[in-house]
Nanobody
Framework: QVQLVESGGGLVQAGGSLRLSCVAS????????????MGWFRQAPGKEREFVAG????????YYADSVKGRFTISRDSAKNTVYLQMNSLKPEDTAVYYC????????????????WGQGTQVTVSS
């Protein structure tokens, strides 16, 4: 079983920055970088969960939703079993609960293809 715990959310003014962290653990999570692709998703009230950013299993380029490209950066620290989402130039429309997720697929932007999810962390951007 895999456990994912997000942190780093909060309230920030438009134009500000936040860094989200996702710590992964579990018996099957050893050498996770080669076993799991990781993704960040978000869900605003009344809206469907949407893909934000992803990092493939093993090697490969990171990938982003068009709405965050150039502003958000996903990265991984394999030694710490942690995935980060650096969010810059935040906008009020970025307000949502942000979720970290893991999949055994090489990569994916579809929430339905992710196997494990964290509990989410709230990000609120004021105008």
């Amino acid at each position: 079983q895999v456990q994912l715990v997000e942190s780093g959310g909060g309230l920030v003014q438009a134009g500000g920055s936040l860094r989200l962290s996702c710590v992964a653990s579990g018996r099957t999570f050893s050498n996770y970088a080669s076993r799991y692709a990781m993704g960040w998703f978000r869900q605003a009230p009344g809206k469907e969960r949407e893909f934000v950013a992803g990092i493939p299993r093993s090697s490969g380029s990171t990938y982003y939703a068009d709405s965050v490209k150039g502003r958000f950066t996903i990265s991984r620290d394999s030694a710490k079993n942690t995935v980060y989402l650096q969010m810059n130039s935040l906008k009020p429309e970025d307000t949502a609960v942000y979720y970290c997720a893991a999949t055994v697929r090489i990569s994916s932007t579809r929430a339905s293809e992710y196997d494990y999810w964290g509990q989410g962390t709230q990000v609120t951007v004021s105008s």
